[in-house]
């Protein structure tokens, strides 16, 4: 995705600690509801920095640590309570001689029902797994009809086993005007079977970026992240898992709390709500496409996922942040 200038906050160490910094604050835009997703005084911890731009957070919960990917230092970190912030995976997403661009490493991460990470990875333009313990990376897709990806971003899983992921150019060397790399116009969404089938489901979002499914997997949620259109769209699928005609979920432009923003990374809870990492912060929306309200970091936000461990992980610019949800 797009970085932004950051303006630091406040000092903060790197080290494992249990007491932490924090920054931001909670905003409800629905008392009732938001309050039991987040208590007003919870506080958001910043949990380590020195990153350049975090990105894809995702819990391990045999492990109890979080991995978290940093496209430009392609670089997966990996973060618990005990041990702090560590190296888990160098290089993430490019694996070629030379400088590639200013993003290449992996992006959007997931652990599967088989224990493996399956990684978004930018400079090698592909979809693949490894076992969490012992390495070796497969490859699951990199091409649509022949043609390499532009830079796969970020990435959700069925129940089925389908993989869907966006395919924007944010990793290329020349982004929208790389004429050397380039060999797919679209910025697609795409879906990968079980059986390694590879399926351009929507030709023709504006900056598709954050993916997520409904939790009865008849929708799927696509973050747009154009600064025109900056839509959260919703597409239902069918029993074979097959988007259909979308809707706008959620236009930023309609609300001017956070008019601003444009997502980025998307998640959705158990009970259907969404969180979009947008407008400097991760704001919450019902699943009937109404504010509750916003976590806000106050730095560009990238995206979040929930760990066992009953806190909401935040990837935002340099930090690794988290807050407790709950009442």
């Known amino acids: ?24 604050k909670i905003i409800s835009y ?17 949990l380590a920095t020195g ?18 990917s940093d496209a ?22 490019y694996t070629g001689l030379g400088a590639y661009s200013d993003e290449p490493g992996s992006n959007g991460l997931l652990v599967n029902p088989q224990g493996e990470l399956v ?18 990376k497969v490859t699951i897709a990199d091409n649509w009809q022949g043609r390499r990806f532009n830079s796969p971003n970020d990435i959700c899983r069925h129940s089925n086993g389908t993989y869907y992921f966006s395919d924007p150019i944010y990793g290329l060397p020349g982004r929208e005007n790389d004429t050397a790399n380039r060999e797919i116009d679209a910025e697609g969404v795409y879906s990968v079977d079980a059986n390694g089938k590879v399926t351009q489901i929507l030709g023709n979002p504006e900056r598709p970026n954050g ?5 009865d997997e008849t929708l799927l949620y696509v973050s747009h992240s154009s600064g025109k259109n900056p839509y959260i769209m919703a597409y239902e699928l069918d029993k074979h898992g097959v988007a259909g005609k979308g809707r ?27 969180y979009a990492a947008a407008a400097n912060g991760i704001v919450v929306i019902s699943p009937k496409g109404k504010l509750l309200g916003k976590i806000e970091t106050g730095v560009p936000t990238a995206n ?22 709950g009442k």
């Open 1 to 24: 995705m797009s970085r932004f200038l950051l303006i630091l906050l406040l000092p903060i160490v790197m080290n494992a600690q249990q007491s932490y910094p924090t920054l931001g």
């Open 30 to 46: 629905d008392d009732t509801s938001f309050a039991a997703i987040v208590s007003s005084g919870a506080r958001i911890e910043v």
């Open 51 to 68: 990153i350049k731009w975090a990105e894809g957070p995702v819990w391990v919960k045999d492990g109890g640590y979080l991995l978290f």
């Open 72 to 93: 430009p230092q392609n670089t997966i970190f990996r973060w618990d309570e005990k041990g702090g912030l560590q190296v888990f995976l160098k290089p993430s997403g």
């Open 119 to 136: 990684a978004c990875e930018h400079g090698d333009r592909r979809i693949s797994k490894m076992r969490l313990a012992g390495g070796g």
């Open 211 to 215: 993916v997520a499914l409904s939790p």
């Open 248 to 274: 706008i979920f959620f236009d930023f432009r309609e609300h001017k709390e956070v008019s601003k923003g444009a997502a980025d990374g998307i998640k959705t809870d158990a009970a259907g709500n969404l």
């Open 304 to 325: 979040c996922n929930f760990g066992a461990d009953g806190y909401l992980y935040i990837t935002a610019n340099h930090y690794l942040c988290r807050v407790k949800l």
